[in-house]
């Protein structure tokens, strides 16, 4: 694996609620963030970020300061930190930026035509528009053209910047990234260190070039939902090898074979009866029982993701409860049930439950294996996820041994050797190792 790009970027702004977690100018996770003493909006971890922030930050201050304590939103700031430096750009008093690429800002398309034939862009956009002119006055926002110029050229380029747990913390501009295509089979990925983002590509002496291919969006979701994104988001339709696989979403939806042992049965709208992969024998479920089934998950999943007020324990209980019904039921494919499947193990990290993390570590491991390709830097998150599950048992088994190996082997590719991540799973590996002597010896 070789990194054949790093870029820092643009603009760049920490998502809102992370603002007093998060380094503004690092853009890592700080328990001891100092705040901006004149807006007192921005966190910085120390002097030189807070310094090196300080260009893009100047103007934005005094703006943030004017509608203190109201904090403008984080597309609001954004918006807000590229006109400011366009400004600059004009007036001849910022740095000047080059990507590395050599892309530019006036390169970036804009989508306009699209973006007005969008109701739901567009009603955003009014919105965004009266937040600004609240915040920065209307001097800035001037030409009206211009502003929807940038507006587009930001929805369409930008890119969320996630943490080390594939937490979202920001969003970024990276003006020579955003000009890589979108494949769903993409030759390389995107990942950060801070708000610098990294483009690996998954094999030994790799070069930059402008024909990498990217993924924009999530993998872990049905074709028809992605394909639906990347119309509704970037306004293209996809047409690569995963788009076409029809097996895709029919093996995501899948459920148990109730007359073999791990036996996979495809779900299809279009099929007549349950059928076994494997075995090839009829269930006696209906295929209108099995869609039911998923899209009940996938409310809960929905639900989830909306209802956070739950207390953790009993939000815990419950989301054991309704695995175990489910897993009854859908196969150890499903990708409902993986994604589901993890919160299990988020909530037993959290409360550091040792019995709850050995019993489902490796819940979600085959549908990810299943629907992430090797180099995917949350394929190597959800294996080491896996691993330290598996390893915080007090008595390690050879499938502990196999998955910490496996978690580091896929990190060298993702992440390389250099980063924490990595070196976290080799002291976990040597760890495991030792441990499994003392246990042996005894
Ligand atoms: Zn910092
Ligand atoms: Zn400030
Ligand atoms: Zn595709
Ligand atoms: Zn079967």
């Known amino acids: 694996m070789t990194t054949v790009a790093q870029e820092y970027p643009y603009v760049a702004t920490v998502s809102n609620e992370l603002l007093q977690e998060v380094c503004s100018g690092c853009f890592l996770r700080r328990s001891d963030v100092k705040r901006c003493a004149r807006c007192k909006v921005l966190y910085y ?22 509608v203190s304590p109201k904090i403008p939103t984080a597309m609001a700031r954004l918006m807000t930190r590229i006109l400011l430096k366009r400004r600059r750009e004009e007036q001849g008093t910022a740095t000047p930026y080059t990507a590395f ?76 990234l955003s000009g890589q295509d979108h494949s769903c089979c993409p030759d390389a990925f995107v990942l950060f260190n801070g708000k610098k983002a990294l483009l690996r590509v998954p ?14 969006t999530e993998l872990m979701q049905l074709n028809t939902r992605r394909g639906l994104e990347l119309k509704q988001h970037y306004y293209f339709n996809c047409s690569c090898r995963l788009c076409q696989d029809l097996q895709r979403d ?11 042992r791990d036996g996979v049965c495809l779900v299809d709208e279009e099929m007549r009866e349950l059928v076994c992969r494997d075995c090839g024998q009829p269930q006696k479920i209906t295929i209108h029982e099995a869609l039911s089934m998923n899209q009940e998950l996938e409310w809960e999943l929905q639900r989830c993701e909306k209802d956070k007020t739950l207390q953790l324990n009993r939000q815990l209980q419950e989301t054991i409860e309704k695995y175990e019904k489910f897993i009854k039921v859908l196969s150890n494919v499903n990708m409902f049930l993986a994604i589901y499947g993890q919160r299990i193990l988020s909530g037993a990290f959290q409360m550091k439950k040792t019995d709850l993390l050995e019993k ?40 502990v041994v196999v998955a910490v190996d496996e978690a ?27 441990r499994l002597q003392n246990q042996n010896a005894c």
């Not at 029919?250 to 073999?260: I, K, N, P, Y």
């Not at 490796?362 to 949350?378: D, I, M, N, Q, T």
Request: aromatic share 8%.
């Open 101 to 176: 690429n050599t892309r530019t800002f006036e390169e970036l398309m804009d989508h306009k035509a699209n973006i007005q034939k969008d109701a739901t862009r567009c009603e955003f956009f009014v919105c965004l528009s009266q937040v600004l002119y609240e915040y920065v006055g209307p001097d800035l926002l001037r030409p009206a053209e211009n502003l929807l110029s940038v507006f587009g050229k930001i929805v369409v380029n930008c890119f969320s910047i996630f943490d080390d747990e594939l937490t979202t913390i920001g969003t970024g501009l990276y003006i020579g």
């Open 360 to 399: 489902y570590a490796f819940v979600s491991v085959r549908a990810f294996k299943e629907f992430l390709p090797v180099g995917h830097p949350e394929l190597s998150i959800r294996l080491l996820m896996a691993a330290e599950a598996a390893a915080s048992s007090p008595h390690l088994t050879v499938d």
């Open 45 to 66: 971890c120390s002097q030189q970020c807070q310094k090196d922030d300080w260009a893009d930050h100047k103007e934005e201050c005094a703006l943030l300061a004017n």
């Open 250 to 260: 029919s093996l995501a939806r899948s459920l148990r074979c109730t007359r073999c």
């Open 408 to 434: 580091y082997s896929s990190l060298l590719i993702s992440h390389g050797p250099q980063h924490p991540l990595s070196s976290q799973a080799a002291a976990m590996q040597a760890n495991i190792r030792t």
């Open 203 to 216: 094999h030994s002496n790799a070069k930059y070039s402008r024909e990498l291919r990217v993924c924009y």
